[in-house]
């Protein structure tokens, strides 16, 4: 996305310019097109999954990611006993400024966090897309990750390796996870949300569901639901699975993905 919002800043330039010397009649009607052709470029170049990654620093290195939080405790030494300087979160970015094995045989990197932060982490906590074979070792990784910590894996992947030939399975893991995700929290909604406070509330049943605060960890990493009012059951919104048929349609996964979508869309009645 970011590779082309100049071309669309040029594009809003040039017809602001051509509308400003029209006539005053034409030049409401310019404006009109002009605003329809900026909403139209602005959803073609939105991308189903916005990129929520936390910069590394600008100080060189190559970047890195952090994908196993387990692993992922920076120390002032490379060695596993070492001071703790700070515990880095999932999808923490770094930069690696350095490699050194540790006298215990494990491999560490030397990275900056912040400007002035820096340490050594154990190797198998970080992955870059500047390595070839890192998307392969992420993938093994979200597949024996569950639950949020696949979709939270999955997340990670889709912004980091945009271009990965294997960008179209985890799209559908990373979907298929999140409507798995979603009939627990129908589930944890119906046994907590009270029906005769609903009532004496007097908003529509929907927002309570929609406003369901086990739902914002999943909105953080992107994933949004619908609700079947019908069925007082949540569903997936299935962008994944449309990022599939629109950019990978020739994968072996968009057949898949159409059948998602196909089982999705008499049931998703409020967005």
Known sequence: MSRRLPDFKRVFSSQLAVSSISTHAAGSRSRVLLLASCACL???CTDAHPQRKRRAPAVGGQLA???DERLAALRDAPRLTANLVQRLGRGRAVSIIGARRGGDGL?????AVTRRTRGWLQAEAVLSPARAGDDEKLLRLIRGSEDFDRIARARIFLDNFPRSPLRPVVLLLFGDEAEQAAAKLSRDAARRL???EMAAGGAPLESYFLNFNELDRFNRVGVKFV???AA??????GAA???ILG???RSPEAVQARQRLDALTPRAAVQ
């Open 194 to 196: 009270d029906e005769r």
């Open 241 to 243: 699975w449309r990022e």
């Open 247 to 249: 950019r990978h349609s």
């Open 107 to 111: 491999n560490f990197y030397r990275v």
């Open 232 to 237: 007082k059951r949540f569903h997936y919104d």
């Open 65 to 67: 990611v952090v994908t």
């Open 42 to 44: 602005l959803l073609f």
């Open 227 to 229: 609700f079947d009012k």
